[in-house]
Nanobody, 124 residues
């Protein structure tokens, strides 16, 4: 069982930056592909970014590519999402997800372990 806990959310003005973190307990994340998803009110959960178990490959949604950076530190059992140039449309609850797989995918069904989420609000 993998337990994930997100942190770092908050309120920021448009154009600002935030860094989200996801920490894992119970089991090392070194064998898990990791991803970030987000869900805005009234909308489906959508893919944001993903990273392979060794950090060798990343994948981004076109809506965040160039503004967000996913990274991981397996020694610290943590994954981060650095968000820059934030827009009001980035407002959502952000979820960390994990799955024991060698590739990375953008589907919610590709990840079996989820955190509780952290709220990100971008004001205009």
């Amino acid at each position: 069982q993998v337990q994930l806990v997100e942190s770092g959310g908050g309120l920021v003005q448009a154009g600002g930056s935030l860094r989200l973190s996801c920490a894992a307990s119970e089991r090392p994340l070194s064998n898990y592909a990791m991803a970030w998803f987000r869900q805005a009110p009234g909308k489906e959960r959508e893919f944001v970014a993903a990273i392979t178990w060794n950090g060798g490959r990343t994948l981004y949604s076109p809506s965040v590519e160039g503004r967000f950076t996913i990274s991981r530190d397996n020694a610290k059992n943590a994954v981060s999402l650095q968000m820059k140039s934030l827009k009001p449309e980035d407002t959502a609850v952000y979820y960390c997800a994990a799955e024991s797989r060698s590739d990375i995918v953008s589907s919610v069904y590709g990840y079996g372990f989820w955190g509780q989420g952290t709220q990100v609000t971008v004001s205009s």
